[in-house]
C-alpha cells in the first residue's frame, strides 16, 4: 500500500525530466509563518507541478491525482517514514523527491489541513 502511495503522492515531474532524476527540497525558511502555510509552500515547490495541491481541479498531469484526493486514503501519519526516506517513485515520470528533514512537519500540516 505505502508503495502505491509513494507512487501517486508525488507521481510525475515534467515530461522533459528524464527517469531517475532527483527533486530536492528548496530549503524554504519558516520564520513565522504557521506550519500549513509553510507546508503548502513546500508543496507547491516540490509537487505542484504535477499534482493540483487544493480544491477540486484536476492536476496538471494527468497521471497525477490531487492532493485532496491522496489525502483522504492516506492519513499525514502514514507518510512519515517515506517523506524521511525520500519517495522512490515506480512511474517514469516521476523523480524521486526528498524534503529536508525541517520540511517535513510542515508539509504534513498542510497534508493535514487538505
Given at each position: 500500500m505505502?508503495?502505491?502511495?509513494?507512487?501517486?503522492?508525488?507521481?510525475?515531474?515534467?515530461?522533459?525530466?528524464?527517469?531517475g532524476?532527483?527533486?530536492?527540497?528548496?530549503?524554504?525558511?519558516?520564520?513565522?509563518?504557521?506550519p500549513?502555510?509553510?507546508?503548502?509552500?513546500?508543496?507547491?515547490s516540490?509537487?505542484?507541478?504535477?499534482?493540483?495541491?487544493?480544491?477540486?481541479?484536476?492536476?496538471?498531469?494527468?497521471?497525477?491525482?490531487?492532493?485532496?484526493?491522496?489525502?483522504r486514503?492516506?492519513?499525514?501519519?502514514?507518510?512519515?517514514?517515506?517523506?524521511?526516506?525520500?519517495?522512490?517513485?515506480?512511474?517514469?515520470?516521476m523523480?524521486e523527491?526528498?524534503?529536508?528533514?525541517?520540511?517535513i512537519?510542515?508539509?504534513?500540516?498542510?497534508?493535514?489541513?487538505?
Open positions: 505505502l508503495l502505491g502511495l509513494a507512487a501517486a503522492l508525488v507521481s510525475c515531474a515534467p515530461a522533459r525530466s528524464p527517469p532524476d532527483q527533486v530536492e527540497s528548496s530549503d524554504l525558511e519558516a520564520e513565522s509563518e504557521a500549513a502555510e509553510l507546508g503548502r509552500k513546500i508543496a507547491t516540490l509537487c505542484a507541478r504535477c499534482h493540483a495541491l487544493e480544491g477540486d481541479q484536476p492536476s496538471p498531469h494527468p497521471a497525477a491525482p490531487p492532493f485532496p484526493v491522496l489525502a486514503r492516506w492519513p499525514a501519519e502514514t507518510l512519515l517514514t517515506r517523506l524521511e526516506e525520500g519517495i522512490q517513485a515506480t512511474h517514469p515520470d523523480p523527491v526528498r524534503f529536508a528533514p525541517a520540511e512537519d510542515p508539509f504534513l500540516a498542510f497534508w493535514s489541513s487538505l
